[in-house]
């Protein structure tokens, strides 16, 4: 995973495990955060696991890339068996993007180097340019899917493509992008999804774990209080309790 994104990590400053049991379902998370400094880039690695009996979910490829003024990367590689069914799957997208220079930029680089794996990348993106996933928020990228079969090396060589994508909308012109729209929406819907769909494939997932799960990948590092009044009443509580 570090080889793909190398020019992008920073110091490692944090590494959480988070495992439990439910049921019959256990889980186990494992998410190391390397922050850039001098770049502002932050860099989210997940490995995780969700199995009942033979049946599993692994997400051995998965990232959350941020940088003021750019869209996030967000990915996730999926190697899976429910119900006896093998399935590879691997989603990449820039959520929130609002620069008409980042879209080129990071569509144009997959294009290429896409068909260098035989893969078309417009074909892969028309699941998400129909928006019917993850609605609510800008969104570029793609889904590429194999049923019937476990390909990690495939998703590794995605991810490296990806990266590399990525590294190149990092070199355009800044702009902001409202990322807390993004991550609203997966700490809130997407985490009711996913309880519904893991149920469907008959794991044990509570919701509250889900939500716990996306806060930890996904949610806010630093205290984004709306207003100073908010501000200050809790710096005075603080105070008083002090």
Not at 78 to 95: R, S
Request: charged content about 30%.
């Amino acid at each position: 995973m570090e080889q793909a994104i190398q020019g992008l990590l920073g110091k490692e400053i944090g590494d959480y495990t988070y495992t439990y049991r439910y049921y019959e379902t256990e889980v186990t998370q494992k998410i190391k955060e390397y922050y850039q400094e001098e770049k502002d880039i932050r860099v989210v690695i997940l490995e995780k696991e969700t199995r009942k009996g033979d049946s599993f979910v692994r997400l051995p490829r998965s990232l959350w890339i941020t940088r003021e003024g750019y869209p996030p990367l967000s990915t996730d590689g999926v190697i899976q068996q429910v119900f006896g069914k093998k399935l590879t799957l691997y989603y990449a997208g820039l959520p929130t993007v609002q620069s008409e220079e980042h879209i080129r930029v990071f569509e144009d680089t997959l294009r290429k180097e896409l068909k260098g794996l035989g893969l078309d990348y417009d074909q892969l993106s028309q699941a998400i340019k129909g928006g019917g996933i993850f609605r609510g928020c800008t969104l570029v990228g793609f889904i590429y899917m194999k049923k019937g079969e476990h390909d990690p090396e495939i998703l590794k060589h995605l991810q490296e493509k990806v990266v590399k994508a990525y590294g190149e909308v990092l070199k355009c012109t800044p702009q902001k992008c409202p990322v807390h729209l993004w991550t609203d929406m997966i700490m809130g819907p997407q985490a009711e999804f996913e309880y519904h769909l893991f149920k469907k494939e008959g794991f044990e997932v509570p919701l509250s774990a889900q939500r716990a799960f996306f806060t930890i990948l996904m949610g806010p590092r630093e205290s984004y209080l709306k207003s100073n009044e908010e501000l200050q009443r809790v710096e005075d509580l603080i105070k008083r309790i002090t």
